[in-house]
């Protein structure tokens, strides 16, 4: 069975940083894409960033290109989320997605992330 | 602003049959996939590709595209399937993901 497990969400002040972790098994993980997909309170889903298998084609949602840095550690099983110069839009529950080519077939239980001073 | 539109609300009465539509131009190009949400929960896939269920998806469920238009049909609506549905899919570049705004639907 596939689990995802996200970590590292908090409350933080804007203009810092934070790092959130995904931790996935149940899977041969460096078979598959892996995203980071947010949800802000009471609205909908945002694509956030995606990774291929092996790193080699990564791409960003245009609210988050230049701040955050999508990456993965193969031998790990892990996915990460480095997000930087964090802005009161970026408050959101993030959520690890398995992609099977370009849909979400997993999803983890999601971290909070709350940007507020 | 998303490349993907959806009718931001809909009803259906239980047992009958609604369709939920998404609207974009890379849906010319590229197949979209459908998720429901309910509330405090996870998204779930429960649309694919061309008209793919995942397991245990019941086959009351099933989509349709023309042109710029992606449409999930639930056939004989029951009431758990009351939800926030979301279409996605690539963007116009095919590089990048997009999802839908969501719909909610309500089973009256």
């Known amino acids: 069975e596939v689990h995802l497990v996200e970590s590292g969400g908090g409350l933080v002040q804007p203009g810092r940083s934070l790092r959130l972790s995904c931790a996935a098994s149940?899977?041969?993980?460096?078979?598959?894409?892996m995203h980071w997909v947010r949800q802000a309170p009471g609205k909908g889903l945002e694509w956030v960033a995606g990774v291929n298998w092996n790193s080699d084609s990564i791409g960003y949602a245009d609210s988050v290109k230049g701040r955050f840095t999508i990456s993965r550690d193969n031998a790990k099983n892990s996915l990460y989320l480095q997000m930087n110069n964090l802005r009161a839009e970026d408050t959101a529950l993030y959520y690890c997605?398995?992609?099977?080519?370009?849909?979400?077939?997993?999803w983890g239980q999601g971290t909070q992330v709350t940007v507020s001073s | 602003s998303s490349e993907l539109t959806q009718d931001p609300a809909v009803s259906v009465a239980l047992g009958q049959t609604v369709t939920i539509t998404c609207q974009g131009d890379?849906?010319?190009?590229?197949?979209a996939s459908w998720y429901q949400q309910k509330p405090g929960q996870v998204p779930v896939l429960i649309i694919y590709g061309q008209n793919n269920r995942p397991s245990g998806i019941p086959d009351r469920f099933s989509d349709s595209s023309s042109g710029n238009t992606a449409s999930l049909t639930i056939t004989g609506a029951q009431a758990e399937d009351e939800a926030d549905y979301y279409c996605?899919?690539?963007?116009?570049?095919?590089?990048?993901?997009?999802f839908g705004g969501g719909t909610k639907l309500t089973v009256l």
């Open positions: 996605n899919s690539r963007d116009s570049s095919g590089n990048l993901v997009v």
């Open positions: 149940g899977f041969t993980f460096d078979d598959f894409g």
């Open positions: 997605a398995k992609a099977m080519e370009w849909e979400f077939d997993s």
């Open positions: 890379s849906l010319r190009r590229f197949y």
